[in-house]
């Protein structure tokens, strides 16, 4: 079963906008990852937060998360066209191992 | 900068073959993960190996499913008798033991059951 779930599940913006995808998660967790998915391809690890943290930077790309609302976000700056993809993110279960637990994932599209 | 490696990339086979798939995780992680993801959904997890040792197993993975990793480096996920709900990609992740470390995937191999 899948544990979270993005919002939205589809995001259309123009280059050099930011685009911002949210998850929420039903359990305790030790960490939350986003990945990123290019057509046909396999996942490329983004930023992984631990549950101690509350935000994470890398280049442009702002992850936030909120462990009393079980939710994070996913915030890419100044868009381009080549951050088409699909973004997921990952829950590590603090009961469950060393398992990753997907959403369904935002489509993001942008557009030139 | 070696990836993690997965062969082949696409299986085309007909309904009750059996299938294999192999791959080649980061030369130094001790940790081996299988997935399975259907369009439009994010993976699934299937099994996950230390080393040899296969620590834990799905539901997803009825008994025509088997994996196997028999010297701590490479992994087989092999399907016997494939149904047309098989058709997925397959992908495989390795990562090492430390805490809050990430999972490395590889491009996987999609399987198309005819």
């Known amino acids: 079963s899948q544990q979270g779930e993005e919002d939205p599940q589809a995001l259309s913006i123009q280059e050099g906008e930011n685009a911002t995808m949210n998850c929420s998660y039903k359990t305790s967790i030790n960490n939350l990852q986003w990945y990123r998915q290019n057509s046909g391809r396999g996942l490329v690890h983004l930023i992984l937060i631990r549950s101690n943290e509350r935000e994470k930077h890398s280049g442009r790309l702002r992850v936030t998360l909120d462990t009393s609302k079980k939710s994070s976000s996913l915030l890419i700056t100044a868009s381009r066209a080549a951050d088409t993809a699909s973004y997921f993110c990952a829950t590590i279960l603090m009961e469950y191992g060393n398992k990753l637990v997907f959403g369904a994932g935002t489509i993001l599209r942008v557009k030139s | 900068d070696t990836g993690v490696s997965q062969n082949p990339r696409h299986k085309i086979t007909k309904r009750g073959q059996n299938v294999t798939f192999r791959c080649d995780p980061i030369?130094?992680?001790?940790?081996l993960y299988w997935y399975r993801q259907t369009l439009g959904q994010g993976p699934e997890f299937l099994t996950y190996f230390q080393n040899e040792a296969q620590l834990e197993k799905s539901r997803l993975l009825s008994d025509r499913f088997s994996a196997e990793r028999p010297k701590g480096s490479f992994s087989t996920l092999e399907i016997q008798r494939t149904e047309q709900g098989d058709s997925a990609m397959y992908l495989c992740a390795s990562s090492t033991t430390i805490s809050n470390q990430p999972q490395h995937f590889g491009d996987g191999t999609r399987l198309s059951i005819l």
């Open positions: 030369s130094e992680h001790n940790r």
